[in-house]
């Protein structure tokens, strides 16, 4: 931001501005191995107002560059994190990031785009909602964004807010939840509607799989059983729910041949229906997160109670260590694609809004920081992951899928320059008492990762560099994503054209019936 660094009431010149600029707006990654998520290679980085200039080696660069050098260093694209919750208002309060200490948080960890949702009230607009956001995030937000909307009641006003949405507000994907009756719970009926809807206008549906309704029941058990503590939580929504609702997303999307994307896969057999889905040819994608991946569900049987509480979250965490690994698999294998983080962090003090009743627990818990390096410590380091497909779940595969491919999710010519310097050797320990959020707990405590970004580019401009930020508050931009994402609605268009001609060859051509009919004086 050149104009503030002029000195006061000297007035500069349209040349010596543009000087100014450029000079400190151009980068040069020198001597580092670029990844993609389609190979590697030796080759410096050119990167001028924010884009991505020239790539290879021996380049002709301009006088006025800095030099970072990245020998023995990783460039990849920065991590695209597709789920969080910043600022939301959720269970009596609000969460503790905003888009501020959110996206701070997220760029000293490595992502530089996030994809947060718009959860409209029962009696709000969409359009109200998504203007709320864009409010809320455009002053604060440290780097691009883009916005899911969740739909929490049907009606007819709202296809067509669903409709602006896509056409004028940049918006390509649309959430339904089948847990938080009351709430945000829609009916398979509904959720039938919203899905026949995305297919209509080549949005992407999106799920939060878990069965809402059983799990009320379940939770009314506990209570008589007197277990108000936070272990209620998990007892009240066991797998088999998850997987349950999971299925039955993918059966409504295959009769509306809508594509699907399934939010924080928290289980193996919930990976397994979408795994199964993906072998049969559907269109689905399975969003695992770094609490998945990370830690388990043992947590919520702590002796602290806020330790137990801070790791409540829904679908909650599996009381097994063998999820996690798991889950790394199938995102080994192509099962799984992308990683989020569902990032919701709440407070002890606001946790404790559900000391008596785990019930009342908000919901939700940390990534947004540590989720890239979750996954190279989980998933890198056990040699589950090469580093190309450690760019693809945290970055290009999202891209991809939400269609700002390749502007984002790619070191390239003509790409953004959010970029990462890697260090595949760098190690820490994970602690609330260090990390950029502004919440009080971690649930990574003590988590020793290796492989960490010790630089991160958003936009050209270095804004951490180890250890230290230097980000712009509201200096992100927001991304108008485009529907009919080419990697999700290519085949999906192709089928509809078959499928037409079959069902019209299944018409039969018949002389009308011209016989007689009973008449019905009164009703049977
Ligand atoms: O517990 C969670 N996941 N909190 C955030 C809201 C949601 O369901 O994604
Ligand atoms: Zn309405
Ligand atoms: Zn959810
Ligand atoms: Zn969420």
Redesign the pocket.
């Known amino acids: 931001y050149p104009e503030s660094n002029a000195p006061l009431g000297v007035s500069v010149s349209k040349f010596s501005k543009n000087h100014i600029l450029s000079s400190q707006h151009r980068l040069l990654i020198k001597g580092g191995r670029v990844v993609n998520d389609d190979g590697t290679t030796f080759a410096d980085v050119f990167i001028e107002e924010g884009i991505i200039k020239q790539v290879g080696l021996n380049l002709i660069i301009p006088g006025g560059t800095k030099t970072i050098d990245a020998t023995d260093k990783l460039v990849m694209p920065g991590g695209i994190d597709t789920?969080t919750?910043l600022e939301?208002a959720?269970m009596g309060t609000r969460?503790a990031d905003d888009f501020y200490t959110g996206t701070k948080a997220a760029i000293a960890g490595g992502t530089t785009t996030i994809l947060d949702?718009v959860?409209p009230t029962k009696e709000q607009s969409l359009i109200d909602a998504y203007n709320q956001w864009r409010e809320r995030a455009d002053s604060k937000i440290c780097c691009d964004y883009g916005l899911h909307v969740a739909i929490t009641h049907w009606d007819e006003q709202v296809g067509k807010d669903m409709e602006i949405l896509t056409k004028e507000k940049g918006v390509n994907s649309f959430k339904v939840?089948m847990?938080?009756p009351g709430t945000?719970m829609l009916a398979d009926d509904d959720i039938y509607q919203v899905f026949a809807k995305c297919r209509e206008l080549g949005a992407i549906a999106m799920v939060?799989a878990e069965n809402g309704s059983v799990i009320k029941e379940l939770e009314k058990e506990m209570s008589k059983l007197g277990i108000t503590g936070p272990e209620g939580h998990l007892l009240s929504r066991p797998e088999k729910l998850e997987a349950e609702a999971t299925n039955r997303a993918i059966m409504i999307a295959e009769q509306t041949r809508c594509p699907l994307y399934v939010?924080?896969v928290m289980s193996k057999t919930a990976a397994d229906k979408i795994q199964e889905a993906r072998l049969k040819g559907q269109v689905v994608f399975g969003e695992p997160i770094a609490a998945s991946l990370g830690t388990d569900g043992s947590q919520y049987f702590n002796k602290c109670w806020h330790h137990a509480a801070a790791h409540?979250?829904?679908?909650p965490l599996r009381n097994d260590a063998t999820t996690a690994p798991y889950l790394m698999d199938l995102l080994a294998n192509g099962s799984l694609s992308t990683t989020g983080t569902?990032h919701?962090t709440f407070n002890i003090n606001q946790k404790a809004l559900g000391k008596d009743d785990f019930r009342k627990i908000?919901?939700?818990?940390n990534g947004i920081e540590e989720r890239l390096a979750v996954v190279w410590t989980k998933g890198v380091e056990t040699g589950k992951l090469d580093i190309n497909q450690f760019v693809a779940v945290t970055s290009s595969n999202a891209a991809r899928i939400f269609n700002i491919y390749p502007k984002k999710g790619r070191i390239a010519v003509g790409s953004d320059a959010d970029c990462l310097i890697w260090d595949p050797k760098a190690t820490k320990t994970i602690s609330a008492s260090s990390h950029h959020q502004a919440c009080d707990f971690n649930i990574f405590e003590g988590l020793h990762c290796r492989g960490l970004p010790i630089i991160t580019i958003v936009d050209g401009k270095i804004v951490y560099d180890n250890g230290q930020l230097n980000v712009l508050q509201g200096s992100g931009k927001y991304l108008h994503t485009a529907c009919y994402a080419d990697s999700v609605y290519q085949k999906l268009n192709k089928r509809e054209i078959i499928r037409e001609q079959l069902i019209k060859q299944q018409h039969i051509e018949r002389e009308p019936y011209t016989g007689d009919v009973i008449v019905i004086s009164k009703p049977v």
Do not use: K, R, T
Request: charged content about 5%.
């Open positions: 789920h919750h939301l959720f969460a949702f959860i939840f847990a938080y945000f939060h939010v924080h409540v979250m829904s679908p569902d919701c908000p919901n939700g818990v």
